[in-house]
C-alpha cells in the first residue's frame, strides 16, 4: 500500500469515527491493511487497538463498501464482531469453507443462540454482533457506504492466531513511503 493510502484510510476512519460519537484514546495504536493482496479497496481493513492486555482485546475498526475481510479463523480466539454503525455482512463456516459443506455453525446473534448453514451469511444492523468461537471461519464486508465495526475478543495474536484460507494474504501491508505518515502503525518498524 502507499502511506498515502494508508493516511487517507486514517483520515477517514478518524472522520467516521467522530461523526458517529467515537472518541479515540490518546496515541491509538493504529494498523491499515490490505492483507498483502496489493488492493485494499477489495480487502483491506483500518482496525485501532483500544485496549490489548494479556486476558481481552477490544478493537475499533472501519471499512468502506466493497472492503473485505478474508475468510480466517483463530484457534485461541473468541470475539464478538459488532456493526457499530452501518450494516456489515458475516460469512461463515463451520470448518474449512471447501470442507464444511452441509455442517451446521451454531454462533450467538445478539446472545441468543442460532444454527446456521455452513457459509451463510449473518446481516448485522446498527448495535447488532455475532460471538464468534474458535475454528469457526468467517469474512465479513460491509453493506452501507462505510461501516465502523467493533471487536471485543479474548487474548489477541495477530501474527500466530490468524489462519487465512488465501495462502497469499498477509496481515500487514508492505508499504511504499509516497508520504510523509500522519500516524504510526502497528506495523511500522
Known amino acids: 500500500m502507499k502511506r498515502s493510502?494508508?493516511?487517507?484510510?486514517?483520515?477517514?476512519?478518524?472522520?467516521?469515527?467522530?461523526?458517529?460519537g467515537w472518541i479515540l484514546?490518546?496515541?491509538?495504536?493504529w494498523d491499515v491493511t490490505d492483507f498483502g493482496l496489493g488492493d485494499w479497496k477489495s480487502y483491506g481493513l483500518v482496525l485501532v487497538n483500544l485496549a490489548d492486555q494479556p486476558e481481552y482485546c477490544?478493537?475499533?475498526?472501519?471499512?468502506?463498501?466493497?472492503?473485505t475481510t478474508p475468510a480466517h479463523c483463530h484457534r485461541?480466539?473468541?470475539e464478538d464482531i459488532i456493526a457499530r454503525n452501518g450494516v456489515l455482512r458475516v460469512q461463515l463456516w463451520a470448518d474449512v469453507p471447501d470442507e464444511s459443506a452441509g455442517?451446521?455453525?451454531s454462533v450467538l446473534v445478539n446472545g441468543e443462540p442460532k444454527s446456521i448453514d455452513s457459509g451463510a451469511f449473518v446481516d448485522l444492523h446498527s448495535g447488532w454482533r455475532v460471538t464468534i468461537t474458535p475454528g469457526v471461519f468467517h469474512e465479513f464486508v460491509p453493506l452501507s457506504e462505510e461501516c465502523v465495526i467493533g471487536e471485543v475478543s479474548t487474548a489477541n495474536d495477530d501474527l500466530?492466531?490468524?489462519?487465512?484460507?488465501?495462502a497469499m494474504v498477509g496481515r500487514y501491508p508492505e508499504?511504499?513511503?509516497?508520504a510523509t505518515p500522519i500516524v504510526r502503525l502497528l506495523s511500522d518498524a
Open 5 to 20: 493510502e494508508i493516511n487517507q484510510l486514517v483520515s477517514d476512519a478518524t472522520a467516521c469515527f467522530q461523526r458517529n
Open 160 to 166: 500466530h492466531d490468524n489462519y487465512f484460507i488465501d
Open 76 to 78: 485461541s480466539k473468541k
Open 175 to 178: 508499504v511504499t513511503e509516497d
Open 103 to 105: 455442517k451446521p455453525v
Open 25 to 29: 484514546p490518546p496515541n491509538p495504536k
Open 58 to 67: 477490544e478493537k475499533l475498526m472501519y471499512a468502506k463498501s466493497g472492503m
